[in-house]
T-cell receptor, first 115, second 115 residues
Framework: AQSVTQLDSHVSVSEGTPVLLRCNYS??????LFWYVQHPNKGLQLLLK??????LVKGINGFEAEFKKSETSFHLTKPSAHMSDAAEYFC?????????????FGTGTSLTVIP | GAGVSQSPRYKVAKRGQDVALRCDPI?????LFWYQQALGQGPEFLTY????????KSGLPSDRFFAERPEGSVSTLKIQRTQQEDSAVYLC?????????????FGPGTRLTVL
């Protein structure tokens, strides 16, 4: 079975400081992992994905994440937060199995950026 | 070049009414998914289609929920005899192929409120 745990429901950072959003996963298969962002009243947008290639994945808007199998983690980072980064972030695990390409979402982390 | 679209964007129903939610996936996308997102939660899987075949409906919460994709393109999620606990945002997503784990492209969602 696959699942993800997002360790923080809310994160608050000052503009220009680093962002760290934590995610741990559980998967019976070699996982594919994603981070999506959801701005208010907008659809989910893919930030980045890991599909067993390089363990350090770079995404859009300066975000990146590192897949660490030994720690079963896939934390999302950004060196310098921008006001426009304020949103809800979801860590997602998927993997081919009987249920196909189903996504399992974490409960989300709400990021606040303080000016 | 349009993305996934959903209609209506907002739906208010009286308890006991039937509702139908529509999803237009990206042209050519084989896979189509429905998710339910309760307030403050991550999306949860409802059902999955590969072309017109509904391959997984394990996430549908009750037999009041029914989904179809008769021509392998547009999909409709129908909820019969709506209950207050059905209030949520219903998200549709599509992806290109089932042969490997692919990014899912999400629509803006339909916010259903049952009074």
């Amino acid at each position: 079975a696959q699942s993800v745990t997002q360790l923080d429901s809310h994160v608050s950072v000052s503009e220009g400081t680093p962002v760290l959003l934590r995610c741990n996963y559980s998967s019976s298969y070699s996982p594919s992992l994603f981070w999506y962002v959801q701005h208010p009243n907008k659809g989910l947008q893919l930030l980045l994905k890991y599909t067993s290639a390089a363990t350090l994945v770079k995404g859009i808007n300066g975000f990146e994440a590192e897949f660490k199998k030994s720690e079963t983690s896939f934390h999302l980072t950004k060196p310098s937060a921008h006001m426009s980064d304020a949103a809800e972030y979801f860590c997602v695990v998927s993997g081919l199995g009987n249920t196909g390409n189903q996504f399992y979402f974490g409960t989300g982390t709400s990021l606040t950026v303080i000016p | 070049g349009a993305g996934v679209s959903q209609s209506p964007r907002y739906k208010v129903a009286k308890r006991g009414q039937d509702v139908a939610l529509r999803c237009d996936p990206i042209s050519g996308h084989v896979s189509l998914f429905w998710y339910q997102q309760a307030l403050g939660q991550g999306p949860e899987f409802l059902t999955y289609f590969q072309n017109e075949a509904q391959l997984d409906k394990s996430g549908l919460p009750s037999d009041r929920f029914f989904a179809e994709r008769p021509e392998g393109s547009v999909s409709t999620l129908k909820i019969q005899r709506t209950q207050q606990e059905d209030s949520a945002v219903y998200l549709c997503a599509s992806s290109f192929s089932q042969r490997e784990v692919n990014e899912q492209f999400f629509g803006p969602g339909t916010r259903l409120t049952v009074l």
